[in-house]
Each structure stands twice: as C-alpha cells, then as structure tokens.
C-alpha cells in the first residue's frame, strides 16, 4: 500500500516546481504550464485524500478545479495572443508598462 | 402701543431684498443689466417703501414712548454668550432711520438720472441697497455686535462704491485708502467692544446702560476713547479724516449719500447712543470735542485753497463733522444730531448740486470732442465754470438755498442748529476745562465764519460772473451753447432737499427763544423729542449771554457771506484768491498741501510698515513658510523616490511578493 504521504509529497513537489516556474520563466506559454502544473499538484492532493478517508467530496471539487483550469486557460491564452498582436513578444518581462 | 413698530424688521430686509434682486438678476442676466429704469425703480422703492414704514412708526411715538425691541433670532450662542439680532425702536434710532431712507430714498431717485450712462449700473444700485440695509442695521440694532456689523458693512459698501469705477487706478487706491483708515479705527472700536463685554457680559444696550455704575472710571474713559477713536475713523476727524477728500473719485451721489448724510454720521450717533457713559468722564468729553474743535478749523482752511468743486464739500463735510464732535464733547448731545439732521439736509443738496454741474461740464466736454474741439479739462474745478445760474437755474436756486442754511444765515437750518452747538461749547466754558472750552468756543466762530466765506465763494465762483471755460480755452469758443439742466429726476430731489434746508431748522428753534419774554412753551420739538435718550448736560447760561451768543452767530455768519460777496461775484475770484494767497503766504502754502497730513503719514507709518513688509515679512513668508511647505513636499518626494523602485511593472515580480506573504503567513500559523 502506498501511504498517503507520499502521494502528499508528490504533490507538494510538483506544487513547488509549478510555482518556482511561475516565477522564474519568462515565456508566456511556459508560465501558464506551470499553472496547469500547479493546479494539477492540487487535484492529486484532493484524490489522495478523498481515497484515503472515504469521502466522495474530494473527488467532486476536483471536477470544479479541472474545469475551472480549462476556462482560465483559454481566456489567459487569448490574452496572450492580444499581447502578443501588439508587441510580438511573448517574454512577459518585456510587459512594463506600469514601471515607475 | 405702536403697533407699527413691530415692522421694524421689513425696514431692515426689504433693502436687502432690493440687493439681492438687481444683484443676481444682474450678474446673471446681460439682458436684465440693460432695463435700467426697471433696475433704478426697484432700488429706490426698497428705500422709499422703508421710509414710509419708519415715518410710520415715527408717527406713531410721541415724545415719552418706550423703546421697543423687536427680536428676529438668536444669531451667537457660545457658552455664556449669546447676541440675538434684535431692533430697537426709540426716538434716536427713529430721527437717524427717518435721515437714512429719506435721504436715501433721494438719492436714489436721484441716481437714476445721473449714472443713466453707465454700463455697471445695476451694480451701483445692488451697492446703494447693501449700503442702506448696512447702515440700518448701524442705528437700529439693539447691541454692540449688531452696530458693528452696520459699521464694518457700510465701510465695505463704501470701498465698493468709492471704487466703483475700478479700472482707474487712483480711484481704486482711493477706495483702499478709505477702508485701512477706518479698519484702523474698527480696531479700537473693537477693544472698546471686549471691554465692554468684560465688564457687564453683555453687549445689549438694555443691559450696558443699566449697569453703567459697573464701570470703573478708568474703564469708562477708556472705552470712551477707543469708541470715539472708531468714530475718527468712520466720521473722518482727526487723525483718520484723510481717505474722505480722496474719497470723491466715487460717482457723486455716492459722496453724497455716504460722505455726507449717513456714513460718517455713524460716528456721531454711537455717541450719542453712549451718551450716558459718555457724561461719566469729562476728560473723554474733553478729547473729543479738542480734537473735533481742530478737525473743523484745519478742514475750514483746507477748504478755502481748494479748486475742485468736490474737494470744497468733502472738506466742508469734514469741518461740519468736527462742529458736532465739538458738540457731543460740550455735552449737547441733542444739539449734534439736530446738526447731523440739518447737515444731512443741505450737505447731500450741495453734493448732488454739485453732481448736476459736472454732469453738465462732462456734457459740454463731450460734445466739443463731437465736434472735433480737442479740449481737456477738469470738469470738477471751478475755475473753468462760472454763470452756470442762468443755465441750469434749479441748481443754482436749490445750490444757493443750501449755501445759506450751511453759513448758518438765520432762518434757514444750519443757522439753528450751529447755533445751539456754539450756545453748548460756550456753556461748557462755563465748567470743567472752561478755558480750554472757551478757546475752542473762539475756534468755533472763526470757523463758521469761514465756513460761510468758503462756501459762498465756491457758489459765486461757480455759478456767477461769466462762463469761464471759453475764455481759458480758446478752442472752447461757443461751449456756453451745451449747458443745460438736468432732467427732473435729478432735479426733484435737489428741490426737496433744499425746501428740508430752508425748513428744517424749525425743528430745533430754542425755548429760549420764547421763554426769555416770559411766554412758558416748549417750541423746541427735537429737544423734547431727544430728551429721554440722550443725557444732555443742562444748558447753565442766562438769556443776555444766550441772545448775545445768537446776535454774535448771526453777524459772523451774515459778515462772511457780505464779504464773499464782495471778493467773489463778478468774477472777481481770481485776483481774490491770488490775494489771499499774498496775504498768508507761507500759511496758504501750508493750507493747499493739506497740512501735509498724508506726507506725515507716507513718511511716519506707511513707509516704514511697507519697507518692514518688504524686507522682513516677505523674506520670512517666502524663505520660512513656504520653506517649510517645500520641504515637506521635498521629503515625501524623498521616500518616494526611494520606494517607486517596487514598481518594476513586471508581474513575475509581484507575484514573488505574493507568495513570499503567503509563506509568511503560513508560517505565522504553523509557529
């Protein structure tokens, strides 16, 4: 039996890789993977738990974040594209026009 | 009781109403600024409306009536303060509302005709009803603060209106000139004020003149002094009487309403007013009358050098003024204001008389430049007038009335009215300070002595003799042609003011004159009608010395006026005044400089303060406060320079700050 921890500590990893690359990468289409990552770190967390405790909700908010996660991914491209109409890049640390 | 009087209040507001109107509608509308007749009409009825009202209650009180207090609100509550603004209806309010909205009602009626021509009509008019609304308030309220609101706001109308014609500069300076010199005695009226109010808590009249035996005497000389100080300035006595002969830039109904029958008549009325604290300290008394003794013969000399024709009235007004503060100081409080109604009378005739021949001159000025005659002249000296009486007979007529009620030639009503004040000044000989009385006494006579030479020789100058215009100016050949009369508008009021001049000293005759042959009767109507309210100091002197002092009155007055006649008819003005000037020499030098009183004051005070403003002040207003405005705004600039660097614009930066708060906090729950 794998224990719950270590579907936790999966989790928590690629939670962190998700954040670190949101962070640090400066394309925008890598970034939003990262968010992709990030909230699949999430439903595995939910999985493992619901699984392990018997409680069918767990399963059920996962639906909610994957759907939730493809809406935000569609409009966040979209935006992109806009941006990237205007400025044909798509190295957000390019994106400063709210500099001091 | 009178039941009129409780309407005291509408005589207050319709004026102001009357300003509200012509000011608004006229600020807002161009079309309304062009019905002047609709304008000048609803002026003058919110004056005449409340003279009917107050000749209503006049007519309605008799002689022992009780003041009535109509209270509107209470306007200050602070603690243990409150001042309620409230009117008082007595027999002295009433004699100055009756002079006020009378007079006032004239000269607006008056205006209509004489600012016909200019563009900032309806503002002169929204001006003359703030003025009248002010100087109501002045002699009806019932307290101090009410009084002083009256008092500051007739000096705003009369900045105002002195300026009214502010885009020259010397009469916008003018109009300046004439409120600092009053703030200066507002001040001491104020201090007046707070002593007052230390001393009883209240500044209602009611309760000031029951509690007068609180009052040290120290107190009571003080606030004497410093009152009559703010009636210095207000009335133009010594030493702030200079911003009224600079005062004449303004239209002329202006100097005659304000500089004439009713502003500097404030002065005067407050003392009356205070008559009964005044009483308490003779060395006040004596100030007051020393110093308006000086004022009346310095401005009688004054007068005598000057050529413009509205210099001559304002000094004249200046000295007249000074005869009714040597009045109040003697005592005969009664006998003031018996000269500020007759004053008021022939004062505001002369002025508007005057008004009608430079409106005429400036006539004759514009239609030589119509015909192509470029000719410049000031239409207010006298020496280009001259055989105006044919031309413009009401105003000769109405101009010559007045002047004899002015020189005090029996029976017209100057003659009544300077009398009973020379009969007072000599009375007060009688007592305390006698000596000091008896000269000012002297000082008295001679000034109504000139008083009556300078007067006659300006109607004679003006008004006798042959147009002078033409033969100075040659291109002016002919300009006789262009004088004419002015419309009724202007004249109907001349012609009620100088039948009030003729008349009105009836009002004033003496018992004296009666009970000296045994016949006992009260014919002296405003003595008996004063009486209750002032605290007149009784008259000690037998009737050889009262009938003396009337037969010295009437040859002063009657040898002057035959004297001018012979040195000013015929055109013999000129070689007159050229011989007078040889005469006194360096004495007429000094009277045409003025005494030199604004140089004293340019060098004494203005300069100074201004070099003390420039040097110190300014440096301290530029370097020290706006110093340190900057530098607050230098150090907020400071951090913000250092903390704009957080906004890079970039999201990935914000978003690093996102999480390092969401660890941060996460940890602040674990730990």
């Not at chain 2, 509308?29 to 005449?48: D, H, M, N, P, Q």
């Not at chain 2, 000769?396 to 020189?407: D, G, K, N, V």
């Not at chain 2, 070689?575 to 030098?589: C, H, K, M, N, P």
């Not at chain 2, 009277?591 to 070099?611: G, H, L, Q, S």
Request: hydrophobic share 55%; aromatic share 14%; proline share 2%.
């Amino acid at each position: 039996m794998i224990e719950l921890e270590w579907y936790l500590g999966v989790s928590a990893i690629l939670f962190t890789i998700g954040v670190l690359g949101v962070l640090t990468k400066r394309n925008a289409i890598v970034v939003f993977m990262c968010v992709e990552l990030m909230l699949s770190a999430v439903n595995i967390s939910l999985v493992a738990f619901s699984s392990f405790m018997g409680d069918v909700h767990g399963m059920i908010l996962v639906f909610f974040v994957l759907c939730v996660a493809a809406a935000e991914a569609c409009v966040g491209l979209a935006i992109v594209i806009a941006i990237f109409r205007n400025n044909i890049t798509a190295d957000i640390s390019k994106i400063n026009l709210l500099r001091w | 009781m009178n039941p009129m009087a409780e309407y005291v209040w509408l005589v207050i507001a319709i004026p102001l109403i009357g300003f509200l109107i012509n000011g608004i509608l006229g600020l807002s509308f161009e079309s309304y600024r062009k019905r002047k007749t609709l304008i000048g009409s609803i002026a003058t009825i919110a004056v005449f409306i409340p003279f009917l009202i107050v000749f209503s209650i006049f007519m309605g009180m008799t002689s022992e009536s009780e003041a009535v207090v109509v209270k509107l609100f209470t306007w200050i509550e602070a603690g243990s303060f409150s001042s309620d603004i409230s009117y008082r209806v007595d027999q002295l309010s009433i004699i100055m509302g009756l002079v006020v909205t009378g007079v006032g009602s004239l000269i607006h009626l008056y205006s209509m005709g004489y600012m016909k021509d200019d563009e900032g009509y309806w503002k002169f008019f929204a001006y003359l009803n703030l003025f009248i609304f002010a100087m109501l308030n002045l002699v009806l309220g019932n307290n101090l603060i009410l009084l002083f609101l009256g008092w500051e706001g007739v000096g705003v109308c009369s900045f105002l209106l002195i300026g009214f014609w502010y885009g020259d500069m010397a009469k916008s300076d003018a109009a300046k000139k004439a409120f600092v010199y009053n703030r200066v005695g507002d001040f001491a009226f104020l201090i007046a004020m707070f002593l007052v109010f230390k001393t009883v808590g209240s500044l209602e009249f009611d309760v000031i003149f029951a509690n007068l035996e609180l009052f040290s005497s120290d107190v009571t000389f003080w606030i004497a002094l410093l009152m009559f100080i703010g009636a210095t300035g207000k009335s133009a006595q010594i030493p702030l009487f200079v911003w009224l002969p600079d005062a004449m830039a303004g239209p002329t109904p202006v100097s005659a309403l304000i500089h004439a029958a009713t502003m500097v008549t404030s002065g005067i009325y407050l003392i009356s007013r205070f008559s009964s604290m005044y009483v308490l300290t003779p060395e006040a008394m004596l100030i007051v009358a020393v110093i308006g003794g000086l004022t009346a013969i310095i401005a009688a000399t004054i007068a005598l050098t000057q050529y413009d024709i509205k210099r001559v009235l304002a000094y004249s007004t200046v000295s007249q003024l000074g005869f009714m503060f040597l009045a109040l100081g003697s005592g005969g409080f009664i006998a003031a204001m018996f000269h500020v109604v007759t004053h008021a009378f022939f004062k505001a005739c002369l002025f508007l008389g005057s008004g009608s021949v430079i409106h005429t001159m400036h006539h004759v000025e514009h239609e030589l430049h119509h015909h192509g005659k470029d000719v410049h002249f000031d239409p207010q000296d006298m020496r280009y007038m001259g055989g105006l009486k044919k031309y413009m007979p009401s105003t000769y007529w109405t101009f010559l009335l007045s002047t004899f009620a002015i020189a005090g030639i029996p029976v017209f009503s100057g003659f009544f009215s300077k009398d009973e004040i020379l009969a007072f000044v000599f009375n007060a000989g009688m007592g305390q300070y006698g000596y000091i009385y008896l000269g000012l006494w002297g000082l008295a006579a001679l000034t109504a002595f000139l008083t009556a030479f300078y007067m006659f020789r300006l109607t004679l100058t003006t008004f006798h003799g042959t147009f002078k215009l033409p033969v100075k100016i040659k291109e002016a050949a002919g300009a006789e042609k262009y004088l004419h009369e002015s419309p009724a508008t202007m004249t109907l009021p001349l012609w009620v003011l100088a039948f009030l001049a003729v008349v009105g000293g009836f009002m004033g005759v003496p018992d004296f004159f009666v009970t000296s042959f045994g016949i006992d009767a009260h014919i002296n109507w405003l003595h008996g009608w004063l009486d209750g309210v002032t605290s007149d100091v009784p008259l000690v002197l037998p009737y050889s010395i009262k009938w003396i002092l009337v037969a010295l009155a009437i040859a002063v007055a009657v040898s002057a006026t035959m004297l001018a006649y012979r040195k000013y008819d015929n055109d013999k003005g000129e070689a007159t005044d050229a011989a007078i000037q040889e005469r006194f020499g360096s004495l007429y030098q000094v009277w045409t400089d003025k005494y030199n009183f604004d140089e004293a004051y340019e060098k004494t005070v203005i300069n100074p303060v201004a070099t003390f403003s420039d040097r110190v002040l300014a440096v301290f207003d530029i370097k020290v406060v706006d110093g340190f405005v900057n530098a607050i705004g230098g150090v907020v600039r400071f951090f913000g320079s250092l903390l704009r660097f957080m906004q890079t614009g970039v999201i990935q930066t914000y978003a690093i700050v996102f999480v390092i708060g969401v660890i941060l906090v996460i940890s602040l729950l674990i730990l």
